[in-house]
């Protein structure tokens, strides 16, 4: 059998801000903006969670049960990532009987279609989160290496235009968000918009 040598990378010798090196300034920026709003989404998802759900009328033998269960749900709200709260955000829309989901003059004209647009960008941001950048081609765009649970592999070159949009599209939906709790008359929590304070 022939006796293995041991080899150590050279730290010393590794590129300054490696593995990040290869890519522009750009490129990080647009990636962080991207990485920022998807971020910005969970927050406005989980404020959305909290206004549909303390908006609702109970009945007066409701109420305490209906509180008990509230606290605990607020608390995994809290901490729930991107596609849990889209579920819950979800379900808050369709219990509320005022949301935009079950209101005729809502501006969400299929709000079934706003859900997928939300789970789709859901995708994006694990993509987009998760994924260990590869060296830029020729025109500045990097493949990250991503395969999802269902083991597929992503394989789309991402430059900065693509993040670009992505972001965009991003803080777009997040004003929708927004949009279907001061529809309903509610001032969004932690804003300024007008409607009644929740």
């Not at 300054?16 to 090196?21: E, G, L």
């Not at 406005?44 to 606290?71: C, M």
């Not at 081609?137 to 430059?159: C, H, L, M, W, Y």
């Not at 004003?175 to 007008?194: D, L, N």
Request: hydrophobic share 35%.
């Amino acid at each position: 059998m022939t006796e293995l040598k041991r080899y150590f990378v050279a730290i010393d010798e590794i590129p300054i801000k490696f593995p990040t090196h290869t890519h522009t300034s750009r490129f990080w920026e647009s990636l962080g903006r991207v990485v920022a709003t998807f971020g910005f989404l969970e927050e406005i998802l989980t404020k959305a969670v909290f206004a549909l759900t303390a908006t609702r009328d109970y009945s007066e033998s409701e109420i305490q049960d209906a509180y008990d269960k509230w606290i605990p749900f607020l608390e995994k709200t809290l901490t729930d990532q991107l596609g849990s709260l889209i579920n819950s955000y979800e379900k808050a829309i369709k219990d509320h009987p005022d949301s935009v989901k079950n209101h005729p003059d809502s501006n969400i004209e299929d709000f079934d279609d706003f859900i997928s647009s939300l789970r789709e960008a859901a995708k994006m941001r694990n993509i987009i989160c998760h994924g260990s950048w590869r060296p830029p081609n020729q025109n500045g765009a990097s493949i990250p290496f991503f395969i999802n649970r269902k083991k597929e592999v992503f394989d789309t070159p991402i430059d900065c235009e693509f993040l670009d949009q992505l972001q965009r599209h991003t803080s777009e939906l997040a004003a929708m968000v927004i949009s279907t709790v001061t529809a309903m008359g509610w001032q969004f929590p932690g804003s300024s918009s007008p409607g009644n304070k929740i």
